[in-house]
């Protein structure tokens, strides 16, 4: 044997070694003794551990090159043990190098034995700080590994695990000794390891590392609940960029995971009621409303949403305390997220439905408790649907879900918002019920509010009515046509009137007068007129002196100022006597000619008083049209007064068709939608 020739200094198949294996690490130094202790074999790395060249080391005595005087005794006698009893002997022992220092060396020695028989002595040696650094770092590396808090494996080319350690054991709920030779999908079937093995062959062909991977699973640790983990992978490489496998470490966020899934939610929450606060209760209509209500909450928080009030809610009728036995309810909006069978299975807006006691939506607005059935099953569905057919279109398209929420406003119970769920697949929760009932609670308001609204409203449009006549009288020469339209923004009774008064020899008093300003007393002080305006008209008084005797009136009416047009119809002179007090001037329409605006002074308003008033005599020919309105049907908050005058009689010039479509006409070209004020018309044609 010659130094350098010993076996190991090459690998399988010739090839050399890359020299950066841990025995490289510790540069672990062979040397072969004789048995009379001289050396016979001197590996490179003895060359680098003691300081002699092989040249400077073959043949001579091992006891007087490497070890001082001081401990040869010692050497000699742990040598003679190796050879004669075959003993193999470890431990530290202090070498002389050829610097003349003296280095603590970790041996392992043996003996060897040649095909003569021959007696051989192997030492093999490395430097003892080398070894202990060694040491710390591997008892180091077991630590971290052993006593890390985060799941760390180690995974080989194939994905098949190599090393689990005992935090990873615990996530997985497996012992790590089954991980070994396993792959992922055989340890944790209920984690997408389709997709985690895609990732990791990523990281293994490009060495790029993929960091806080998030994944979400069950594994038999903790089989009933999903859980999350937070993953990273690293490539392992060896020497000369060999591929060895890759690791992983895994992290249980999952308490994060729920908190951040939590706070999303709680986002989502007040972002619907934000949205409902914008969305919900734009009008004073109940119909709208109810539907504002079903369109915010699908599909947010439900695949179908249905707003049911109880019919004696909407009419007023329904006593202070709920009742014990069926209920008639009135579908006023349904809502679905997509096609589904579930929403032929809804009352149809506008219909009333009878639900027995025993029905859910009937427990909700008799106890004004939500009502919660988180997994439905046929029997929650016959107590659900209106009727055993609709109860089958539910189960067919897969409601599994329902929860159902009071109306309550101003501590009634006025009727209840309806829930279900088919496609998102999680049933109602607790969350879900506070966030329903939140939404229906804002939404009740706004609900109460339009049904009393719609009450006095039509109560206010029944009452002006009531104060004005019924259809106009016929007279000799005359036809007549006219309209009253309530203000449609505002719930109060308006002040605006129209009148057909008979006279003596066949003539006719036509009147419109507006009350400024609204409510009940407009109402009262509007018929007083009324009254009053018959009463002088019958005395064949001139026009103006009518409104002389009304203004009169109106300063004592409470500071009250109206405004008023009186004409009287003479059908023998074909002509009509117009008195105007502070009122828009009548349009007048010749039988064969434009129409025009009629030149009439236009005086002050009753109850300013002072003021004088004159007659106008206008031409009123067989043919001839007369148009008398109030402000309501013409005035605008963006249009100038003059534009929409000549807009008027615009119209009229074309509209030369039967009086009642003409009125018609008029109201639907010049009304605006939500209009704030009421308009009262009056259109007389001369018969001759």
Same mark, same amino acid.
């Given at each position: 044997m010659t130094a350098g020739s010993f076996p190991g200094t090459t690998g399988r198949a010739g090839v050399p070694l890359d020299g950066t294996g841990l025995l490289d690490v510790l540069g672990v130094a062979a040397v072969v003794v004789d048995a009379q202790g001289r050396i016979v074999l001197w590996? %490179?790395?003895?060359?680098? *551990?003691?300081?002699?060249? #092989?040249?400077?080391?073959?043949? +001579?005595?091992?006891?007087? *090159?490497?070890?001082? @005087?001081? !401990?040869?005794?010692?050497?000699?006698?742990?040598?003679?043990?190796?050879?004669?009893?075959? &003993?193999?002997? #470890?431990? $530290?022992?202090? =070498?002389?190098? /050829?610097?003349? $220092? =003296?280095?603590?060396?970790?041996?392992?020695?043996?003996?060897?034995?040649?095909?003569?028989?021959?007696?051989? @002595?192997?030492?093999?040696?490395?430097?003892?700080?080398?070894?202990?650094?060694?040491?710390t770092e591997l008892a180091l590396s077991d630590r971290l590994v052993s006593q890390s808090p985060i799941g760390l494996a180690v995974l080989d080319t194939e994905l098949r695990y190599v090393l689990v350690n005992p935090a990873l054991e615990r996530i997985n709920g497996v012992p790590a000794a089954l991980h070994v030779g396993r792959r992922i999908g055989d340890m944790l079937p209920r984690v997408d390891a389709t997709a985690l093995e895609a990732a990791l062959r990523t990281v293994l062909a490009?060495? &790029?590392?993929? *960091?806080? !991977? %998030?994944?979400?699973?069950?594994?038999?640790?903790? %089989?009933?609940?999903?859980? @999350?983990w937070s993953l990273s992978f690293y490539r392992l490489e060896g020497a000369e960029d060999r591929v060895l496998g890759v690791a992983a470490s895994v992290i249980d966020v999952t308490e994060r995971h729920r908190a951040d899934a939590e706070?999303?939610?709680?986002?989502?929450r007040l972002a619907l009621i934000a949205e409902a606060s914008a969305r919900v209760g734009t009008t004073l209509e109940v119909e709208r409303t109810?539907?504002?209500?079903?369109?915010?909450?699908?599909?947010?928080?439900?695949d179908i949403a249905a707003v049911d009030v109880l019919d004696s809610v909407l009419t007023l009728r329904r006593p202070g305390a709920p009742e014990e036995g069926p209920e008639l309810f009135r579908a006023l909006a349904v809502k679905a997220s997509g096609r589904t069978e579930a929403l032929p299975a809804a009352d149809p807006p506008g219909e009333v439905a009878m639900y027995g006691a025993d029905r859910l939506v009937t427990r909700c607005v008799h106890t004004g408790l939500p009502v919660l059935v988180q997994h439905v099953d046929p029997g929650d569905l016959a107590r659900i649907a209106r009727s055993p057919e609709a109860a089958e279109l539910l189960a067919r398209a897969g409601v599994h879900s329902y929860l159902a929420v009071p109306l309550i406003a101003r501590g009634e119970v006025l009727g209840a918002l309806d829930l279900k769920r088919d496609r998102n697949a999680l049933p109602f929760d607790g969350d879900d019920v506070l966030l329903a009932t939140e939404l229906a609670s804002r939404a009740a308001v706004s609900i109460d509010n339009a049904r009393w609204y719609q009450s006095v409203r039509n109560s206010a449009v029944t009452l002006q009515r009531s104060l004005l006549p019924g259809a106009p009288p016929e007279r000799a020469g005359l036809e007549v046509a006219a309209r009253y339209q309530p203000a449609q923004a505002s719930s109060e009774v308006g002040g605006d009137w129209y009148d057909v008064i008979p006279l003596p020899d066949d003539k006719t008093a036509l009147v419109v007068g507006d009350v400024m300003g609204s409510g009940i007393d407009a109402a009262a002080t509007m018929g007083r007129?009324?009254? #009053? $305006?018959?009463?002088?008209?019958?005395?064949?008084?001139?026009?103006?002196?009518?409104? /002389?005797?009304?203004?009169?009136?109106?300063e004592g009416l409470e500071h009250y100022i109206a405004t008023c047009l009186f004409a009287v119809h003479d059908p023998v002179h074909g002509r009509c006597r117009i008195a105007n007090a502070g009122h828009l001037p009548p349009v007048r329409v010749p039988a064969h000619g434009p129409a025009e605006l009629v030149d009439v002074p236009p005086? =002050? %308003?009753?109850? =300013?008083?002072?003021?004088?008033?004159?007659?106008?005599?206008?031409?009123?020919?067989?043919?001839? +049209?007369?148009? *008398?309105?109030?402000?309501?049907?013409?005035?605008?908050?963006?249009?100038?007064i003059d534009e929409r005058l000549a807009l008027l009689v615009g119209l009229l010039d074309e509209a030369r068709g039967p009086l009642e479509e003409t009125c018609d006409h008029l109201l639907r070209a010049l009304r605006r939608p939500g209009a704030a004020d009421d308009v009262a018309l009056l259109i007389a044609r001369s018969t001759g």
């Open positions: 590996s %490179p790395q003895a060359e680098a *551990l003691f300081g002699f060249a #092989a040249e400077e080391a073959l043949g +001579r005595y091992v006891a007087r *090159l490497i070890v001082g @005087a001081e !401990h040869r005794e010692e050497a000699m006698r742990l040598f003679g043990e190796v050879l004669r009893e075959g &003993t193999a002997w #470890a431990g $530290t022992f202090p =070498v002389r190098h /050829k610097d003349g $220092t =003296v280095r603590q060396v970790e041996f392992r020695n043996m003996r060897l034995t040649d095909d003569l028989g021959g007696l051989y @002595a192997l030492g093999i040696a490395a430097d003892r700080a080398a070894v202990e650094r060694v040491e490009t060495g &790029t590392p993929l *960091l806080d !991977h %998030p994944v979400i699973g069950r594994t038999p640790a903790d %089989p009933d609940r999903d859980r @999350a706070a999303n939610r709680s986002r989502r109810a539907d504002e209500l079903a369109s915010v909450v699908v599909p947010t928080l439900a007129l009324r009254t #009053a $305006t018959c009463a002088f008209a019958d005395l064949d008084l001139s026009p103006a002196q009518v409104l /002389k005797h009304l203004d009169r009136i109106t005086g =002050v %308003p009753l109850g =300013v008083g002072g003021g004088t008033f004159r007659t106008t005599r206008v031409p009123f020919e067989p043919g001839d +049209r007369l148009v *008398l309105y109030t402000d309501g049907l013409i005035e605008t908050r963006h249009d100038a």
